[in-house]
T-cell receptor, first 111, second 113 residues
Framework: GQSLEQPSEVTAVEGAIVQINCTYQTSGFYGLSWYQQHDGGAPTFLSYNALDGLEETGRFSSFLSRSDSYGYLLLQELQMKDSASYFC????????????FGTGTKLQVIP | DADVTQTPRNRITKTGKRIMLECSQT?????MYWYRQDPGLGLRLIYY???????NKGEISDGYSVSRQAQAKFSLSLESAIPNQTALYFC????????????FGEGSRLTVL
């Protein structure tokens, strides 16, 4: 099975940098994804790491270390609109490629 | 129009009633999923389907059933609703074999009294 843990809440200041961590225990997966969900909305895909290392997409970067069973999402130049919940997720490599989500981190950006 | 459409968006029902949540998609994706979201528990997989003839249980399938009527339609049923099935339900689709990116519907909020 898959288990992904994240901090429940993080608060950061507008314009700053924040890192949201994801630690996992899995029986095998293809890659680590990140999703953003604003209150009342649907989750939307942000990024994907198939290999160890850093992937950058604009203000957002995502990192994966398979040896440490750890990944993170880095948000730079925080904006008020970044206030949302963020979920890490893995795609199971056990034949069916089902997607399992972490518990989610609620990010509050303050002025 | 949304690519992934869920109906109803909101539903209040009573314990013991049968409820069906419907999902239709225009993305042409083969894979469809039903997730349940509860505060502090993230998104938990109920059922998933990779084509019309392939349906699989997720981590919390007890009390739920599904039907894949066509490639574009995937319905979730609660045969006899109970209060702890009160939650926000999301349908999602995917066709990306590299990233597994999921495209979600807007959600169906179900309240069981």
């Amino acid at each position: 099975g898959q288990s992904l843990e994240q901090p429940s809440e993080v608060t950061a200041v507008e314009g700053a940098i924040v890192q949201i961590n994801c630690t996992y225990q899995t029986s095998g997966f293809y890659g680590l994804s990140w999703y953003q969900q604003h209150d009342g909305g649907a989750p939307t895909f942000l990024s994907y790491n198939a290999l160890d290392g850093l992937e950058e997409t604009g203000r957002f970067s995502s990192f994966l270390s398979r040896s440490d069973s750890y990944g993170y999402l880095l948000l730079q130049e925080l904006q008020m609109k970044d206030s949302a919940s963020y979920f890490c997720a893995v795609e199971d490599s056990g034949g069916y490629q089902k997607v399992t989500f972490g518990t989610g981190t609620k990010l509050q950006v303050i002025p | 129009d949304a690519d992934v459409t869920q109906t109803p968006r909101n539903r209040i029902t009573k314990t013991g009633k049968r409820i069906m949540l419907e999902c239709s998609q225009t993305k042409g994706h083969d894979r469809m999923y039903w997730y349940r979201q509860d505060p502090g528990l993230g998104l938990r997989l109920i059922y998933y389907s990779f084509d019309v003839k392939d349906i699989n249980k997720g981590e919390i399938s007890d009390g739920y059933s599904v039907s894949r009527q066509a490639q574009a339609k995937f319905s979730l049923s609660l045969e006899s609703a109970i209060p702890n099935q009160t939650a926000l339900y999301f349908c999602a689709t995917s066709d990306d074999v590299i990233t597994g990116e999921l495209f979600f519907g807007e959600g169906s909020r179900l309240t069981v009294l």
